[in-house]
């Protein structure tokens, strides 16, 4: 199994795969190739394509503009050339985001107050396969994912949003440092987080200095 780098600016080089080796052995222990790319149009075809029972979110309308190749990207796993499983980060500081989120979806949102920071990235488009659910591959990458954001967008914090069920989800399996409400948007459907039944949105969030600090127990995960 290898690492694709398919990147035009960010490279998984030799030194970031020495050190995330046990991540990168679980991959390849699971038949699985990693790839980083920057081709957000594809992966918004990719993900619309999946029947509603696979993949029943909106795209999410934050990876369709304002697109810089040199901090953002797109992850896939895939299976003897198939992909599998997705994820796409860019740098994008919350306030701009929440803005956004404003204009696009009405709705009663919640003052956060993250942690102070120089650089913020943003995480979204998270899907695996419905025949490959329960392999622990999402949270694997979502730990890659963050991984390149620290590591090589040398970001300060990354943030991602997703329906209020998923809070536990979000901190207990995913790592994240915290998740707490941001908003309740009547009309649901918040692309790439929830469906039209869902109303409530958390952000889960977490900075460098917290990543840096679970690394021990993230290895540990994977040795």
């Not at 992966?43 to 394509?49: A, E, G, H, V």
């Not at 796409?88 to 709705?107: H, I, P, Q, R, S």
């Amino acid at each position: 199994m290898a690492v694709i780098n398919n990147h035009s600016s960010i490279n998984l080089d030799s030194t970031f795969q020495s050190n995330h080796t046990e991540l990168l052995q679980f991959f390849y222990n699971e038949g699985l190739d990693v790839e980083i790319n920057h081709d957000f149009a594809g992966l918004r075809t990719l993900l619309l394509s999946k029947e509603k029972d696979d993949y029943p979110y909106d795209f999410d309308p934050a990876f369709e503009s304002e697109l810089n190749n040199a901090t953002g990207f797109v992850l896939y796993l895939k299976l003897s050339g198939n992909v599998v499983a997705t994820y796409a980060a860019k740098k994008l500081m919350y306030g701009t985001f929440v803005e956004g989120m404003k204009a696009k979806f009405d709705g009663t949102y919640e003052n956060i107050d993250l942690p102070a920071s120089l650089e913020e990235a943003y995480s979204s488009c998270q899907w695996v396969s419905k025949d490959h659910r329960g392999k622990r591959w999402g949270r694997a990458l979502d730990h890659l994912k963050k991984d390149i954001v620290f590591d090589i967008l040398k970001c300060d914090l990354n943030y991602a949003i997703h329906k209020e069920a998923y809070k536990d989800y979000h901190t207990e399996h995913l790592s994240y440092n915290i998740s707490e409400k941001i908003a309740l948007i009547p009309n649901g459907d918040v692309g790439g987080a929830g469906e039209v039944i869902d109303k409530v949105y958390n952000i889960a969030y977490i900075t460098t200095t917290q990543w840096t600090a679970k690394q021990s127990e993230i290895k540990a995960l994977y040795s």
